[in-house]
């Protein structure tokens, strides 16, 4: 049976780590790092991020405020509003809880950020740094899912890794990080033709389609690593990607819930540190 990959637990280590830097931060300097939350309408899913998110900030020790702006606004405005947050000295990191209402550009938005508050790594600048290697804030899910394979002691060096999905937030950031730490990446995407053999191959899987149970027991190897990005409503219920009899064969998975997405929310707090360390 897989070992479980507690990502609650590394993530309330992570939060005690960024809030030991944000003390000392604070110590220094007389202000504690800034975090703001931006949350356009009300979709359901984000409205709960973005609580975990405010807890986190609180539990790390940071100073964070919401800003909920209705559906209806118009995206000059919104883009006004996030420039002026950018300006704010207190703030270090801001996020745009996305997606964004139909109406408004997601791109357009994004780029009022300036880069070096985008803790979310979301923005053009950031995301051609992470391609080009260079430092840079780096998106919160890939940087979770790297850390919690490393604290799991898995060997990425050479290792062959199969990631599903190549969105531009999860998958595709994901890619290149694990090229940085020198695995031997596929990524497979809607289109591809070969994912059961693929995923056959691969001595850690990441799962980031958003479709249920995608990753089957039988298409796994045994001894494989599975971590499962997905997030599913299935019958008010949340399930992954990965099947759950996938664990009969994997020798570590993440659970779902408390497996990636604590991480995810626990990175987004060490951005922010690190977001304020680089800028003071
Ligand atoms: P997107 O919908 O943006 O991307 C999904 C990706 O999966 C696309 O690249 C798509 O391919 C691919 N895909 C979809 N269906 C299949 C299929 N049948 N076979 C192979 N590939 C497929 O989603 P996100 O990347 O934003 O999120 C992925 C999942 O992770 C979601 O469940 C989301 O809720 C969850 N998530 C969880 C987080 C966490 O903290 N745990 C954080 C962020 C997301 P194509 O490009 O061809 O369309």
């Given at each position: 049976m897989a070992e479980r990959i507690d990502g609650r637990a590394r993530a309330a280590e992570v939060l005690e780590g960024v809030k030991a830097?944000?003390?000392?931060f604070s110590a220094a300097k007389g202000r504690l790092p800034g975090l703001a939350i931006v949350l356009v309408g009300e979709h359901p899913a984000s409205l709960s991020y973005i609580r975990s998110k405010e807890q986190a900030a609180g539990r790390a020790g940071l100073y964070s405020e919401t800003h909920r702006l209705p559906a209806t606004v118009a995206?000059?405005?919104?883009?006004?509003f996030v420039g002026r947050l950018g300006e704010d000295e207190r703030l270090d990191g801001i996020l745009v809880q996305l997606p964004l209402p139909d109406a408004l550009r997601q791109e357009e938005v994004l780029a009022a950020l300036p880069p070096e508050k985008d803790v979310d790594g979301?923005?053009?600048l950031n995301q051609g740094r992470l391609l080009a290697g260079e430092r840079g804030l780096r998106p919160c899910t890939p940087l979770g899912v790297i850390d919690l394979l490393r604290w799991h002691g898995v060997r990425l060096d050479g290792a062959e890794v199969v990631v599903?999905?190549?969105?531009?937030?999860?998958?595709?950031?994901?890619?290149?990080?694990?090229?940085?730490e020198h695995a031997s990446v596929t990524v497979l995407h809607?289109?591809?033709?070969?994912?059961?053999?693929?995923v056959r191959r691969a001595d850690?899987?990441?799962?980031?389609?958003?479709?249920?149970?995608?990753?089957?027991r039988e298409m796994v190897r045994e001894g494989a690593v599975v971590i499962d990005v997905g997030i599913n409503r299935i019958g008010g219920k949340l399930v992954g990607d990965v099947a759950p009899d996938v664990a009969e064969v994997a020798s570590a998975m993440t659970p779902v819930p408390g497996g990636v997405g604590p991480m995810t929310v626990a990175m987004l707090m060490a951005n922010t540190v690190e977001a304020?360390?680089?800028r003071s």
């Open positions: 830097r944000a003390a000392a995206e000059d405005a919104l883009r006004r979301f923005t053009t599903i999905g190549r969105s531009r937030t999860v998958g595709r950031p994901l890619a290149l990080m694990l090229l940085e809607s289109h591809s033709q070969s994912l059961s053999d693929d850690v899987v990441i799962a980031a389609a958003g479709q249920a149970g995608i990753v089957r304020c360390t680089w």
